[in-house]
């Protein structure tokens, strides 16, 4: 990569680091004021919590994993901007981006509904039927799995460059 192609590549990933990092600051504000800070407004002029606001905030715990898949994007392409080696930081945001996505996935599917039907006396189902949720599971998982890859690759690699 020649060096003018090195440096756009680079201010592309700063650019990237702080849309990344816009996206969760923003998306987190609002969940924030929408689902914990009007509801507690609320509250203090009522002097009860709003109605289903724990089912509220239950079926949005995955976007929080979520949000913190974006945030790992955001840091390792900020790392790389500012002249690190993509190898090494390709391994590691493989890994916390598929295990962010992969359990945001499996919360979505399963643990929300289920934790929504303690609150609620057992009723519900069992699982919630959530293409996106279970799509983003699968390659959450399958991203954690070449992170770990990529990691072996690595160590061979080190282990090839000391016999040499």
């Not at 009522?46 to 994007?73: C, E, H, K, N, Q």
């Not at 500012?82 to 598929?98: D, F, M, N, Y």
Request: charged share 15%; with cysteine; glycine share 12%.
């Amino acid at each position: 990569m020649s060096s003018p192609d090195l440096a756009r590549f680079r201010a592309m990933c700063a650019q990237f680091r702080w849309l990344a990092v816009f996206m969760v600051v923003s998306v987190g504000a609002l969940l924030a004021l929408l689902h914990i800070v009007f509801p507690a407004l609320i509250a203090l002029r009522d002097g009860a919590w709003p109605g289903g606001m724990i089912d509220d905030l239950l079926f949005r715990l995955p976007t929080l994993f979520y949000l913190f898949a974006v945030w790992s994007i955001g840091s390792a392409l900020g790392q790389v901007a500012r002249g690190r080696l993509i190898q090494p930081i390709l391994a590691s945001a493989l890994r916390r981006v598929g295990l962010a996505l992969g359990l945001g996935g499996v919360m979505s599917v399963f643990v929300v509904t289920n934790l929504a039907r303690v609150f609620e006396g057992g009723r519900g189902s069992f699982l919630h039927f959530d293409v996106a949720g279970m799509t983003l599971g699968m390659i959450g998982g399958a991203l954690f799995l070449l992170g770990r890859v990529i990691d072996q690759a690595e160590r061979v690699q080190a282990e090839l460059d000391e016999m040499i």
